[in-house]
Every structure is written in structure tokens, then in C-alpha cells.
């Protein structure tokens, strides 16, 4: 942890009752938002952690809610032949959906995006697959007004090889632009799983990143969820969805 940059991890090895790291990467790029991991090892070996994902709404905002800060969903690490980290949900958490919604695949069209009309609301889960394309930037908007006002952006920029989750719409949210660096090989499609919970938004790419941001979106029908694509047509290959369940329903 670091109080002013987030969380990040180290990989190397342990010997001589000393580490000796070989590999660096971050969990926060722009803030501290994603803040006080924790981890441990479960019965199944699994290496799982968790954070804090801070709020930085005014005081009085989140006096009036009475409560601020909220744990992050449980990431599954695993070692991977690069030396890096894979990054994943802990599979337990599929216990909570419901209502399971799936399209066949679609294109969307350069410089345009489509509405999906039968999936919305504030507590959800997409695993969305884009086939490769030549687009500059693709993804998905959630949490979109029927003004198409407000919204937060997910989206892959090919040309910066970069995850991005853009809160900079919804007017109390954090005003903020956060990339995490992904790279794709040739070929290789992107998995994005968004996962939408009220005031949370966390973001999987591929196993391979992840991004988790507060929003607080400001109109009763930011609900929706749009698939948009810039500078050339992409094709989504999978499209699946579920309603989340409270994890303690009392």
C-alpha cells in the first residue's frame, strides 16, 4: 500500500529471509482510490485479495449517507508464465446472479452506439466480448440516462493499449479518467466483465487487468447500457448479463 498512490504488487522471490523483487505493477494509476489491500490464502491455494475503494465525495455528502468506503469484490491472483500477475473474480461471487440475459453476436457501426434494451438497472453483471478491430477506441457506457446525458465509460484505446474507466459524466461522481495499461496481442479479443453495484464499478479485462472506481450517478434513470465504437465498425461476439443479488439479503 501506499497512503498516496493506492495499491500496487511486487513479484520475486524470497530467500535468505529477504525479498528480492523482480517485477512491479500498480492496482491504482491516478489516485488512492483502490486502497488497503489485503490478502490471504485460502484451502484451495487460491491467493485472494481485497481492498478498500475509498470516497471522495465533500463530508457532507457522505454524512448524510452515514456510512463511506466499501470493500472491493475478492480478486483472485495467479502467478502467470510472463512473471505477472492474473487477475480475476473469485468464482463464489457467480453464486449471487440472477436473471441471466444474453444477445447473439451484433456489429456496431464506426462512430455510433447501440442501446441494449434488455439489460438495465444499478446492480448487475456484463461479460461483453469484442472481436479484434481496427476501431481507435470500443466499449460500453452503464449507468446511462435516457438523455444520454449521464454515463460512465469502460472502454479498450487500441493506439494506448489502455483499460479506461471514465467517470467524468455523472455529476457527483469523482471526476476522473482512470487507464491501467493493457495489452493485447494480435488476434487476441477483449474480454471486458463489469461489474455495476450502486455506487461501485469494477472493471476485468482479459484476466489480465482490472479497474474499480466509485460513481454516483445523479438521475433516477441512469440505468441503461449502450456498446459504442470510434473510427472503425467492431463486432461483439458475446454479449451475457446478470442481475446481482445482495450478498447479505438482511
Known amino acids: 500500500i501506499s497512503h498516496r498512490l493506492g495499491c500496487r504488487y511486487y513479484v520475486g522471490e524470497w530467500k535468505n529471509d529477504q525479498f528480492y523483487p523482480e517485477y512491479h505493477s500498480k492496482m491504482s ?33 457522505r454524512a448524510k449517507d452515514q456510512w ?19 487477475i480475476d473474480v473469485a468464482a463464489e461471487v457467480e453464486k449471487l446472479r440472477y ?16 442501446r441494449m434494451d434488455g439489460i438495465f438497472g444499478t446492480s448487475f453483471e456484463l461479460i461483453i466480448e469484442f ?11 452503464v449507468c446511462v440516462s435516457e438523455d444520454q446525458v449521464e454515463h460512465t465509460i469502460v472502454s479498450y484505446d487500441k493506439k494506448a493499449g489502455s483499460l479506461k474507466v471514465d467517470t467524468t459524466s455523472p455529476e457527483k461522481s469523482p471526476k476522473a479518467i482512470e487507464s491501467a495499461p493493457l495489452d493485447l496481442s494480435k488476434g487476441e479479443k477483449l474480454t471486458l466483465r463489469v461489474f455495476v453495484d450502486k455506487s461501485v464499478i469494477e472493471v476485468f479485462a482479459n484476466s489480465k487487468q482490472a479497474i474499480s472506481r466509485r460513481i454516483f450517478p445523479d438521475k433516477a434513470d441512469s440505468t441503461g447500457v449502450n456498446v ?19 450478498s447479505n439479503p438482511y
Open 228 to 246: 459504442f465504437a470510434k473510427g472503425s465498425d467492431v463486432k461483439v461476439t458475446t454479449f451475457t448479463s446478470w442481475q446481482i443479488a445482495p
Open 99 to 114: 436473471q441471466p440475459f444474453s444477445l447473439p453476436s451484433f456489429v456496431v457501426q464506426a462512430d455510433d452506439e447501440v
Open 68 to 86: 463511506s468506503g466499501t470493500l472491493s469484490l475478492p480478486r483472485v491472483l495467479t502467478l502467470n508464465e510472463t512473471g505477472s500477475l492474473d
Open 29 to 61: 494509476w491516478i489516485d488512492n482510490m483502490f486502497f488497503a489491500p489485503e490478502s490471504l490464502t485460502d484451502s484451495s491455494n487460491r491467493r485472494i485479495m481485497w481492498a478498500w475503494i475509498l470516497d471522495y465525495r465533500d463530508f457532507s455528502d
Open 131 to 141: 472481436d479484434e478491430s481496427g476501431a481507435k477506441e470500443f466499449g460500453v457506457k
